[in-house]
Antibody, heavy 127, light 112 residues
């Protein structure tokens, strides 16, 4: 059964870069039928989609975070990563990685729903 | 500010049916049949319930159903049970340039 697992520092200082990794097990990240992505949830608040990546490196980002976000993939290690730069207190959240499923029609991709989620990792931004 | 609008809370008695709405625009909910719903119990990981507006995810009870009319999608829970008390989030593909995925603000379902 495919699983995804987040890892990374639980505390990041303001203005620094948040870096998280998601390791995929029980399946290949090089699946032609899925994207892989990140979602976050601030304490007591709702879900926010951050972005997603295909094994080839094609990415989609939330427009509100795009200037600070980089998602990358390492197919040799079966993992993908998130970097969020210039963090501030509002970036404090539980960060989830998840497999994205959907459809592809020619050059149009609709990988929009998350069918496998990690357990989440709490990241606090504080000095 | 969430991309999609959901009521903050909905409540019902055991055995009743409730409906959660999710209102978007013609660029997301109204433009594509790519709406999904997630259930999240307190302190737990979100769980996929519905995808493609009305398809139930594997293992999800048939008491959960999804539909869409115009720019509004809906999740209906029939035969409400105590275990259904949770937060529910809708999500939709947004066909902007570039495209992205939007979430609703979430709805707290209370079983009275």
């Amino acid at each position: 059964q495919l699983q995804v697992q987040e890892s990374g520092p639980g505390l990041v200082k303001p203005s620094e870069t948040l870096s998280l990794t998601c390791t995929v097990s029980g399946g290949s990240i090089s699946s032609s039928s899925h994207y892989w992505g990140w979602i976050r949830q601030p304490p007591g608040k709702g879900l926010e989609w951050i972005g997603s990546i295909y094994y080839s490196g094609n990415t989609y980002y939330n427009p509100s975070l795009k200037s600070r976000v980089t998602i990358s993939v390492d197919t040799s290690k079966n993992l993908f990563s998130l970097q969020l730069s210039s963090v501030t207190a509002p970036d404090t959240a539980v960060y989830y990685c998840a497999r994205h499923a959907g459809y592809s029609y020619g050059r149009y991709n609709f990988y929009y729903y998350m069918d496998v989620w990690g357990k989440g990792t709490t990241v606090t931004v504080s000095s | 500010q969430s991309a999609l609008t959901q009521p903050a809370s909905v409540s019902g008695s055991p055995g009743q049916s409730i409906t959660i709405s999710c209102t978007g625009t013609s660029s997301d909910v109204g433009g594509y049949n790519y709406v999904s719903w997630y259930q999240q119990h307190p302190g737990k990981v979100p769980k996929l319930m519905i995808f493609d507006v009305s398809n139930r995810a594997s293992g999800v009870s048939n008491r959960f159903s999804g539909s869409k009319s115009g720019n509004t999608a809906s999740l209906t829970i029939s035969g409400l049970q105590a275990e259904d008390e949770a937060d529910y989030y809708c999500s939709s593909y947004t066909g902007s340039n570039p495209p992205y995925v939007g979430f609703g603000g979430g709805t707290k379902v209370t079983v009275l």
